[in-house]
Structure formats: structure tokens, C-alpha cells
């Protein structure tokens, strides 16, 4: 997976959107780690919403 957190972001939301119901389906059909994913992402200020089934960006 890319280190860079932007396209990570894109990736993953892509994916939760096409293809999988949840973000833990998508890492374990991956093989990823979903702590890894979501504290990345929260560092640039995205949140997991698994009503939405994407990450979010939460204002601070």
C-alpha cells in the first residue's frame, strides 16, 4: 500500500464504495492492517463513519 496518506485515503474510499460493506472486510480481504489505515488517515483529519461505509473528514 502507499505511504503517501492522500491516495491512501482515495484507495480505500474507492474500494469501500465498489466493492466491500465495511471497512473490516475490505483489510481482511486485503491482507491490511485496519488500525494502521485508520490512525493514518486520522492523522490528516479523516474518521472512519461505518454508517457510511467511507472515511470522513471530521473539522476539528
Same mark, same amino acid.
Given at each position: 500500500?502507499? !505511504? #503517501?496518506?492522500?491516495? @491512501? +485515503? !482515495?484507495?480505500?474510499?474507492?474500494? @469501500?464504495? #465498489? =466493492?466491500? !460493506?465495511? +471497512?473490516? #472486510? @475490505?483489510? +481482511?480481504?486485503?491482507? @491490511?492492517? &485496519? =488500525?494502521s489505515i485508520v490512525e493514518t488517515?486520522?492523522?490528516?483529519?479523516? =474518521? %472512519? !463513519?461505518? &454508517? +457510511?461505509?467511507?472515511?470522513? %473528514?471530521? #473539522?476539528?
Amino acid at each position: 500500500m502507499t !505511504s #503517501d496518506p492522500n491516495i @491512501l +485515503l !482515495s484507495v480505500i474510499n474507492t474500494g @469501500l464504495r #465498489d =466493492e466491500y !460493506s465495511s +471497512l473490516t #472486510d @475490505l483489510c +481482511l480481504s486485503k491482507g @491490511l492492517q &485496519e =488500525e494502521s489505515i485508520v490512525e493514518t488517515l486520522k492523522g490528516i483529519g479523516y =474518521e %472512519y !463513519s461505518s &454508517e +457510511l461505509n467511507r472515511f470522513i %473528514y471530521k #473539522d476539528k
